[in-house]
């Protein structure tokens, strides 16, 4: 089985201790932490990891990635008017190989700022899927689905059910598969039925936007009679296992439900500052056990998919909505960051530095003027650093970016092919 020593390596930890470590891995596992130098590591791939900082790969708990080819199209404007007016037609224009082309330039921004996983939700999600196998990153994707009717034959759902076919447990279980009903506003209640079938067939979770703005809890009390959670949760959703994007307007009776029923949220604070949908009370939902990642949501509504802004963002911005310098310290943040995000993906043993754990490992450069002095590494993590001291990424055991260049993406084809497929997209 293959192996890699990091040596001479500081690992994050929330306070001034530290002592140089080595970690070993082995396939793709974490299988030595310490600071002897251990035997059996001989003939590993070696990398030095000298003024560097090791912490898990961040897990992008909710985005739509390949939508970076509509970065800085549609800024300063309220969800239903932005997709409504703008991004929808945008995406209407969507062709063959464009996803394509949209996912490598989301994956390159990813690994360069330390995002080592991902949950999607789009279209041509094969392409995807090819191009995250290919740079080897970990990815949980599903289908954008939207309809009406119980209607099997359905070409969206035809292609997510293939989607899952084709992909769930690919690559060493480097990627899996959920179905996407896209919201309460595209999906009917017959068909958000089917979903949940059809889920419930393929032994699969949903990923759905739930609650992200309070006109959305309207229409749906109007149109349905109950609010967005509830609402999926009186049609099995939440049962099924669900990863909640947004999660914003919901009550403290909700989240004991969302709790109860173990469903995970996606927090997305700059995406939900930028639409001016609200701020999610995560603090509340933390206090009840729900298990809350971070995401960026899509790169046209926030406009970066760097997971370090996200931690800082929710590590401050709970502490002003809540008057608590308590609120959310850089631990939990970091935890949201890394563990939760891979909770919220389904996995169990991601997002730790530990022994026995999948080795989704992001080396960090300290050699920068921001790193000095260091008297707590975590803190500097989450309040200090910043997306290009992402140096090395190491994904189920697997080095995918080796000082700071990304080995199987070739960046300036990949810039060149974004803009042209924008420029056609968005007639600018
Ligand atoms: C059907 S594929 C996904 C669909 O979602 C759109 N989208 C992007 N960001 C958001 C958001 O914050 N709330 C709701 N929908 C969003 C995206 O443009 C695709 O059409
Ligand atoms: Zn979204």
């Known amino acids: 089985m293959k192996k890699i020593l990091i040596s001479n390596v500081e690992i994050v930890t929330d306070g001034p201790a530290?002592?140089?470590?080595?970690?070993?891995?082995?396939?793709?596992?974490?299988?030595?932490i310490g600071i002897k130098k251990p035997k059996g590591y001989e003939d590993a791939y070696q990398i030095d990891g000298t003024g560097k900082l090791a912490a898990a790969g961040m897990v992008n708990a909710h985005t739509h990635i390949a939508m970076c080819l509509l970065r800085s199209y549609a800024d300063d404007?309220?969800?239903m008017d932005w997709l409504q007016n703008k991004v929808w037609?945008?995406?209407?224009?969507?062709?063959?190989?464009?996803?394509?082309?949209g996912t490598q330039l989301g994956i390159l921004e990813m690994l360069k700022s330390g995002t080592t996983a991902y949950a999607d939700m789009y279209f041509f999600m094969d392409e995807t899927a090819q191009a995250s196998q290919e740079a080897g990153i970990r990815a949980c994707l599903s289908r954008g689905l939207m309809g009406d009717k119980y209607d099997k034959a359905d070409e969206r759902l035809k292609e997510n059910v293939q989607l899952y076919k084709d992909w769930n447990g690919k690559d060493d279980g480097l990627i899996t598969v959920m179905l996407g009903p896209h919201a309460p506003y595209t999906c009917g209640k017959e068909y958000l039925k089917l979903l949940v079938d059809t889920a419930g067939e393929l032994g699969c979770q949903l990923h759905m936007h739930l609650a992200e703005t309070e006109q959305e809890v309207k229409d749906c009390v109007k149109n349905f009679g109950a609010t967005p959670i509830k609402y999926a949760d009186s049609l099995g959703i939440l049962d099924r296992g669900c990863l909640i994007a947004h999660g914003v307007w919901v009550t403290d009776e909700e989240m004991e439900i969302m709790a109860a029923k173990k469903a995970r949220v996606a927090h997305n604070p700059q995406s939900n500052l930028k639409l001016a949908s609200g701020i999610a009370p995560v603090e509340k939902m933390l206090a009840k056990g729900i298990t809350v990642g971070l995401g960026t949501d899509g790169a046209?509504?926030?406009?970066?998919?760097?997971?370090?802004?996200?931690?800082?963002?929710?590590?401050?911005?709970?502490?002003?909505?809540?008057?608590?310098?308590?609120?959310?310290?850089a631990a939990t943040a970091w935890d949201m960051a890394t563990y939760q995000g891979a909770k919220c993906l389904g996995y169990d043993k991601l997002g730790k530095l530990e022994k026995g754990w999948l080795a989704d490992i992001v080396l960090y450069d300290m050699n920068k003027p921001h790193w000095y002095p260091r008297?707590?590494?975590?803190?500097?993590?989450?309040?200090?650093?910043?997306?290009?001291?992402?140096?090395?990424?190491?994904?189920?055991?697997?080095?995918?970016?080796?000082?700071?260049?990304?080995?199987?993406?070739?960046?300036?084809?990949?810039?060149?092919?974004?803009?042209?497929?924008?420029?056609?997209?968005?007639?600018?």
């Open 18 to 32: 530290y002592k140089k470590k080595y970690i070993g891995i082995t396939g793709n596992t974490i299988s030595y």
């Open 77 to 79: 404007m309220a969800l």
């Open 89 to 101: 037609p945008a995406e209407a224009g969507l062709q063959k190989g464009d996803c394509y082309v």
């Open 300 to 329: 046209t509504s926030n406009n970066n998919l760097d997971m370090l802004e996200e931690a800082r963002l929710t590590a401050m911005l709970h502490k002003a909505v809540t008057y608590d310098p308590l609120c959310i310290p």
């Open 375 to 428: 008297n707590n590494r975590l803190s500097l993590l989450v309040y200090a650093a910043n997306a290009g001291d992402a140096d090395t990424a190491i994904i189920n055991g697997k080095v995918v970016m080796e000082k700071g260049e990304v080995k199987s993406l070739d960046a300036e084809k990949i810039y060149y092919e974004a803009d042209r497929v924008a420029k056609r997209l968005t007639g600018k």
